[in-house]
């Protein structure tokens, strides 16, 4: 393997942790609220659908971008009714959403384009363009640190950028600001964060708006950054490998851009070899592929440190009368 | 009493005859879609033209999920529908359980196989199409490197990967053939997502010709190949259309026809087998002016010469499901 090939497989793991990366995120900032989202992967879906509509109907890809995110908040917000405010199973709801989002993409898809829930393809200003980054071409033939600059880092979509650079935002907020230790502390212990004179419904509604423009985005980014156009069930599981990937991080950001990227870097080897020879044996594709749920299953059964939800997750605030 | 007698008998002579007109052919597209540019699609297009020369009705569903297979093939079996088709090759099962229900009603599949004796099985010679396609995308590289994106990994899908491949090396020796499966699941037909990231890969690895057998995946196989300047060939349905100029051909595969013919027949279809091969036209490849250009005079010849070949018997191309092996490539 020589070291374009590495290039071109971090290039590509970097491209397929990022959906991966702002869903993760989402996830985090809702569960360290103490709000279980299952519901990842139909924000994604419904975000992924209303921006390619809306960019292949308007030939805008900003409009879709707020369209997708506007849509991944509405979600987030029934969400948030049913979980917080009425004080429903979050599991149940997440669920639901999933399905809702399942089902609707294709309905009003079949219905605005008469494709059959697909979007037409999307071309030129529908899309998101490729961003170069300054002097990428300058310093091209540098050895080894030109190709990491030009080729692995450069020349992706603005919106890989924006969840690179959510990470550290993530972890300011959440551990440098008030709100992010009110935040980690309603998912700890609402009852104190109430007592302490803080709306505990308030902070668990800013998560998941929160949530819903991470994973907004990360849709808007599935169907018109790295895919043109929607396809029906096009989210294929990502939700659910965000939530595999913020398990695997213990629900801290940098450690949900490592897991991410691992994954990522784990499809992106298996996209790139079907099997792979280590010499004694031969490693097939599909362990590959299942690959990042095994090291969740080996987190989550304690070997390597212990993950530690955050206490208060899944259950719903009531106040003492 | 006469009054409701003749009421009565009215109400028995409609739905006798409603019952009669109910006698609609049906159509059951596959989780793909009606409008996948894909497969399904082109059964669609057969049904359609059906219906306009015709002037005739039929019945159609879509399904959602693996669970409505049975409930709508019994559903337009119960309801008169004669005959029912199917599509896809997962229909295969459903098809053995409720099939010999419903005697009277002649099933059709495609890419399917059921031994009930009252199914017609349309079986798709893909491989010699698929061979066909693999010579055009040789004698088009300039790389001497072909990739192959199927979708789910099934022996149906293999079956084409080994035709082109066998086309390929038929007309290039020295050629090589890289070949990815998008998955293992049936969400491997519609992850274009992942469609782009494996022609990505197989562009780095030096392909300059991919050909994609992926259903919805196979669009953003198209759409990457479109992007970065390189052929495709497309699949099923002509998808010359979707990037005109890019996409060198496409393999199709004339459900259409199969379910225009069967409509067409009506109630008197006969079960058995039909084969839809070369020397049927059952699999071709597309050419129109989307890629007109693209096509030399000499792949003609080549297409030419190869087709009258394997009608005729002097050019075998191995089939993948005929033993479950491929001789030229390993998946």
């Not at chain 1, 990937?245 to 994954?263: G, M």
């Not at chain 2, 119960?78 to 005697?103: H, K, R």
């Amino acid at each position: 393997m020589d070291f374009a090939t590495i290039i071109q497989i971090a290039d590509s793991a970097l491209r397929l942790a990022t959906p991966l990366l702002l869903a993760c995120l989402a996830g985090l900032f809702s569960e360290r609220a103490g709000i279980f989202d299952i519901g990842l992967e139909g924000k994604i879906l419904a975000s992924a659908f209303f921006s390619a509509a809306v960019a292949a109907s308007t030939g805008s890809v900003w409009l879709g971008l707020i369209a997708g995110v506007a849509s991944s908040l509405a979600f987030s917000g029934v969400h948030g009714v049913a979980s917080i405010t009425f004080q429903g199973n979050q599991l149940i709801s997440g669920v639901a959403l999933n399905f809702l989002a399942s089902g609707i993409t294709i309905l009003i898809g079949t219905a605005w384009f008469s494709l059959g829930g697909r979007t037409p393809s999307l071309s030129g200003g529908q899309r998101f363009s490729p961003v170069d980054l300054p002097f990428a071409d300058a310093v091209a033939n540098v050895p080894v640190l030109g190709p990491i600059y030009s080729d692995l880092l450069s020349g992706h979509t603005i919106l890989v950028y924006v969840a690179l650079l959510m990470v550290p935002l993530s972890w300011f907020v959440l551990y440098r600001t008030r709100f992010g230790l009110r935040l980690r502390a309603v998912g700890e212990n609402p009852a104190a964060v109430d007592t302490a004179g803080v709306s505990v419904i308030r902070l668990r509604y800013a998560s998941m708006a929160i949530a819903g423009v991470l994973c907004g985005l990360a849709g808007v980014y599935l169907a018109t950054g790295l895919a043109a156009g929607f396809v029906k069930e096009m989210s294929a599981g990502r939700g659910f490998i965000a939530l595999a990937a913020l398990i695997f991080a213990r629900w801290r950001p940098w450690n949900a851009l490592y897991a991410t990227l691992l994954f990522g870097l784990l499809e992106a080897i298996a996209n790139r070899y079907q099997n792979i020879d280590l010499g004694a044996f031969v490693l097939p594709v599909q362990f590959m592929q299942a690959l990042p749920y095994i090291l969740t299953v080996i987190i989550l059964a304690g070997f390597g440190g212990t993950a530690v939800a955050p206490k208060a997750g899944g259950q719903p605030y009531v106040k003492e009368r | 009493m006469t009054l409701m007698k003749s009421c009565l008998g009215a109400a028995a002579t409609m739905a006798l005859s409603a019952g009669a007109a109910l006698a609609d052919p049906a159509i059951i597209f596959d989780l793909g879609g009606k409008f996948d540019k894909s497969f399904n699609e082109a059964g669609h297009n057969g049904a359609q033209k059906w219906a306009e020369e015709t002037g005739k009705d039929y019945l159609e569903i879509e399904i959602q999920s693996e669970a409505q297979r049975e409930q709508a093939l019994r559903r337009f079996a119960e309801t008169g529908a004669n005959p029912v088709i199917t599509l896809g090759f997962a229909m295969s099962a459903p098809l053995d359980e409720i099939a010999p229900d419903y005697p009277d009603t002649t099933f059709v599949t495609n890419d399917g196989w059921s031994d009930a004796p009252n199914v017609l099985n349309t079986v798709f010679s893909e491989h010699e199409g698929s061979y066909l396609a693999g010579i055009v995308a040789a004698m088009a590289s300039e790389s001497d490197v072909l990739g192959f994106i199927g979708g789910m990994d099934i022996p149906l899908i293999r079956k084409f990967g080994c035709g082109y491949a066998q086309g390929v090396l038929a007309t290039k020796p020295e050629a090589k053939v890289i070949s990815n499966m998008t998955g293992t699941t049936p969400t491997a037909w519609n992850d274009p997502v992942k469609g782009g990231e494996l022609t990505k890969a197989q562009i780095s690895q030096g392909a300059d010709v991919i050909y994609a057998a992926a259903g919805g995946t196979g669009l953003g196989v198209l759409q990457t190949a479109a992007d970065e300047g390189i052929l495709s060939v497309g699949v099923d349905s002509n998808q010359n259309h979707l990037h005109p100029g890019k996409v060198l051909t496409s393999m199709v595969k004339r459900v259409d026809v199969s379910v225009y013919d069967a409509m067409m027949k009506g109630e008197d279809l006969e079960p058995g087998v039909r084969v839809m091969d070369l020397a049927h036209d059952g699999v071709a490849l597309a050419m129109d002016e989307h890629n007109a250009d693209l096509i030399t005079d000499e792949m003609k010849a080549a297409v030419e010469e190869a087709t009258a070949k394997i009608i005729a018997g002097e050019i075998t191309v191995h089939d993948y499901t005929s033993d479950d092996s491929c001789p030229v490539i390993d998946f």
